[in-house]
């Protein structure tokens, strides 16, 4: 008697994607703290590029737009590009110390999306400050609080919760966007997906595969961020005495 695979389902073999599960939790790994660091940078590059912006500092202001509209305008692909593969067309680059960051593709995925993310993030970040009731900051001046207190403990807190709903938005973005560090030789999910298709000359289980796994990714973050935001705005909901 024929001995029946169930993991075998006509067309798509499940047994390809297990075995090779190591390749597929490497690149789980690699794009999760991919995605991960570059939100962190960019979200640290981003709190004094908004508040510049808010506050229409006239030195400041216009290059931080310029930054924000080249970021936002062009596509990530080719941001990533310009990085990997122009960088290495400048002697000037090539014979200094940052040719040792350059010349890794990893590093040249980490700056872009961390530069691409900053710039997302500022205006996210200034739209949230610039919507502020004017009345928490006007009690923070007169309490004699000076810039950089004010920041972090009415300003940036105040923002944050209120632009939550739309990071959730760029978390998701970015983790998308992720899949364009295969195109450099990343193992990600989608570069392990590939290198099973590759393998075995099929056309479904590796890019099924990272399918889930990248839904399984959203679904998480957007479970902890409905909770994070749920908890930030418990304050608005009502008591019962």
């Not at 597929?24 to 991960?36: D, H, K, M, R, S």
């Not at 007169?142 to 919760?161: D, E, Q």
């Not at 998701?172 to 990600?188: E, K, N, P, R, Y």
């Not at 479970?223 to 935001?229: A, D, M, N, S, W």
Request: hydrophobic share 50%; proline share 4%.
């Amino acid at each position: 008697m024929e001995k029946i695979n169930w993991l075998d389902w006509g067309i798509i073999d499940w047994n390809l994607p297990l075995n090779h599960w190591d390749l597929f939790v490497v690149g789980t790994l690699n794009t999760v703290l991919l995605t991960i660091l570059s939100l962190f940078v960019g979200w640290v590059l981003s709190i004094p590029l908004a508040f510049l912006r808010a506050n229409r500092n006239k030195v400041f202001n216009y290059p931080i737009l310029c930054f924000t509209y080249v970021f936002r305008g062009t596509p990530l692909l080719i941001q990533l590009f310009l990085i990997y593969y122009g960088a290495g067309q400048f002697d000037i680059i090539r014979e200094s110390v940052f040719w040792l960051v350059l010349k890794d593709p990893w590093w040249c995925a980490f700056i872009a999306f961390s530069l691409n993310s900053a710039a997302y993030q500022t205006e996210i970040l200034r739209g949230a400050i610039e919507t502020m009731p004017k009345g928490e900051n006007e009690v923070a001046v007169s309490m004699g609080m000076p810039v950089l207190l004010r920041l972090r403990r009415i300003i940036l807190p105040s923002a944050t919760r209120r632009a939550l709903p739309m990071y959730s938005n760029e978390i998701i973005f970015m983790l998308h966007g992720s899949v364009i560090a295969s195109t450099i030789t990343i193992l990600d999910i989608l570069k392990a997906g590939r290198m099973v298709n590759g393998q075995y000359y099929v056309a479904y289980e590796g890019f099924i595969t990272a399918a889930l796994i990248y839904m399984a990714l959203v679904f998480i973050t957007t479970k902890v961020l409905k909770r994070l935001e749920s908890n930030w705005n418990t304050y608005k909901q009502p008591r019962t005495i």
